[in-house]
C-alpha cells in the first residue's frame, strides 16, 4: 500500500456530562482525527485521543499535533508497506509519543482493513460477535450524584462499573455503591495519585473487604515495586494501565508481578499493533486483559470494540455507547450498547463512515498534506 493524501483535523465534542478524574475536570474533549488516502482511494481514519494537558501522560494535544504532522505523516506519505504492523517502523526514530503514533498507526489499520474489504476486528484477528462494555463514572460534588450515576447506568443494563477514586473519595463512596448494588461488577481507577504514606496505604486496603474486581492504577506508572509488594499484600486484583506504555513495560511489570490484570489502552500503548502484540504477551502469561478508553470520538471508540473482540479480552472493556458521551458523535453511526453489549461491526473498514458534515462544523484547525 502507498498514502498519497494525508489530513490532521482538530475536532471538539462537548461532554453530555462533566467528567472528572483525580488530576482534572472537563466539559469538552478535543481530538485529533487522523485521514489517510491511498493510490485507490481508499480512506483510514484514525483518533489521537490525547488529554488536552498533561495529566494521563507527558502528551497533550499541541505535542501530538507538531508530532503527527512534522514527523509522523512525513514517514508515512508516499512510503510503500504491505501490513500495518510494518507501519511502526517507518517512525522508528520518534521516541515516546505514542499518543501521536496511535492515530496514525490506527488509520493505517483501518485503511488496510478497507482497501481489503474487511471488518477492521477480522483484520486483528477477533473472535467475537458482540464485547461485553462497562462505564466509567468521573468523581462527582457528592456521594448522592455518584449513586444517581451509578443507577442510570446499571437501568441502562451495564454489568460494570468503574469508579474514579483519590485520597479523600475512595472508601466512603465504594461502600455506598456495594451496599446498594451488592452483586455489580465494580472496580476502581486512582490513576497513580496514591503514595506509599501510611495513609494513603491504609485506605486502599480498606477496599479489599469490598469485593471488587479490580484496583486500577495505584501508585504512580514508574512505581512497580511499589504496586508489587500491594498486589502481594491484599486479595483484590490491581490492575496497571499508565504503567506499561510499551512492551518492555510489560515484560517487567509481569517479571516483578506488580499485578494480574492489564488495561490495554490503544492510544496508550501507540497503536493496535502494539496493543495486539500486548494482548498475545499478557494472555500467555494468565492476565486477562480489557481495553481501556480515553472517551474516544466514534473513530477511536469503533477500534476500541475491534480489539476488544481478541480472545483475551474476557473482562469487560471501555466501550460504552457514544451517547453516555457525546449528544452526537463525529461518526454517522455512532456506537450502541444495547444491555451493555456491543455489536462488532462487519461491514468494511472501521464500522462507520465519518459525518463530514458535523466534522466541518467541529473542526478548530486543519492540516493537509500530499505527495
Same mark, same amino acid.
Given at each position: 500500500? #502507498?498514502v498519497?493524501?494525508a489530513s ?5 465534542l462537548?461532554l ?9 475536570r ?13 493510490e ?10 490525547s ?5 494521563y ?12 504532522r ?7 506519505l508516499?512510503?510503500r508497506?504491505?501490513?500495518? #504492523?510494518?507501519?511502526?517502523?517507518l517512525?522508528?526514530r520518534v ?22 474489504r474487511?471488518?477492521?476486528?477480522a @483484520? ?16 462527582e ?14 437501568e ?9 477514586i483519590a485520597?479523600g ?15 455489580l461488577d465494580v ?14 496505604l ?15 492504577? $495505584?501508585f @504512580? $506508572? #514508574?512505581?512497580?515495586?511499589a504496586?508489587? #509488594? ?27 508481578r506488580a499485578g ?8 496508550r500503548?501507540?497503536?493496535?499493533? @502494539? ?12 492476565? $486477562?486483559v ?15 470494540? @475491534? ?19 457525546y ?9 450502541v450498547a444495547?444491555a451493555?453489549?456491543? $455489536? ?5 473498514g ?6 463530514e458534515?458535523h ?13
Amino acid at each position: 500500500m #502507498r498514502v498519497v493524501e494525508a489530513s490532521l483535523h482538530l475536532v471538539r465534542l462537548d461532554l453530555v456530562h462533566e467528567f472528572r478524574t483525580s488530576s482534572h475536570r472537563k466539559g469538552h474533549l478535543d481530538h485529533i482525527l487522523v485521514r489517510l488516502v491511498d493510490e485507490g482511494g481508499a480512506v483510514g481514519w484514525g483518533e489521537i485521543a490525547s488529554a488536552a494537558g498533561p495529566y494521563y501522560n507527558a502528551e497533550n494535544v499541541d505535542t501530538c499535533w507538531l508530532v503527527a504532522r512534522d514527523f509522523l505523516l512525513p514517514a508515512v506519505l508516499g512510503a510503500r508497506w504491505e501490513h500495518p #504492523r510494518d507501519v511502526s517502523t517507518l517512525w522508528r526514530r520518534v521516541r515516546g509519543n505514542e499518543f501521536a503514533k496511535a492515530g496514525v498507526d490506527v488509520a493505517a489499520w483501518v485503511l488496510f482493513a478497507e482497501s481489503a474489504r474487511i471488518p477492521l476486528a477480522a @483484520a486483528l484477528g477477533g473472535t467475537r460477535d458482540e464485547v461485553v462494555a462497562g462505564v466509567s463514572l468521573g468523581i462527582e460534588p457528592t456521594i448522592d450524584d455518584l449513586m444517581a450515576q451509578v443507577a442510570l447506568h446499571v437501568e441502562h443494563g451495564y454489568p460494570r462499573v468503574k469508579l474514579k477514586i483519590a485520597p479523600g473519595w475512595d472508601v466512603d463512596p465504594v461502600r455506598a455503591v456495594r451496599s446498594a448494588w451488592p452483586d455489580l461488577d465494580v472496580h476502581v481507577d486512582a490513576n497513580g495519585v496514591y503514595t506509599t504514606s501510611d495513609a494513603h496505604l491504609e485506605a486502599l486496603r480498606a477496599l479489599d473487604e469490598y469485593g471488587l474486581t479490580m484496583i486500577e492504577q $495505584p501508585f @504512580a $506508572p #514508574r512505581d512497580l515495586l511499589a504496586s508489587a #509488594r500491594f498486589a502481594a499484600s491484599i486479595g483484590t486484583p490491581v490492575c496497571l494501565d499508565e504503567s506499561v506504555e510499551t512492551l518492555a513495560d510489560l515484560e517487567l511489570a509481569l517479571h516483578l508481578r506488580a499485578g494480574s490484570v492489564l488495561n490495554i489502552k490503544v492510544s496508550r500503548m501507540g497503536g493496535l499493533s @502494539a496493543a495486539l502484540a500486548a494482548h498475545d504477551l499478557a494472555t500467555a502469561a494468565g492476565w $486477562p486483559v480489557w481495553c481501556g478508553g480515553m472517551h474516544e470520538f466514534g473513530v477511536g471508540r469503533y477500534a476500541n470494540v @475491534a480489539l476488544s473482540s481478541l480472545p483475551g479480552f474476557t473482562l469487560p472493556s471501555d466501550v460504552s455507547g457514544s451517547d453516555k458521551y457525546y449528544a452526537r458523535d463525529i461518526v454517522l453511526t455512532p456506537v450502541v450498547a444495547r444491555a451493555g453489549r456491543v $455489536p462488532v461491526p462487519t461491514s468494511p473498514g472501521l464500522g462507520s463512515a465519518v459525518d463530514e458534515a458535523h466534522l466541518a462544523t467541529a473542526t478548530l484547525r486543519s492540516e493537509h498534506r500530499t505527495i
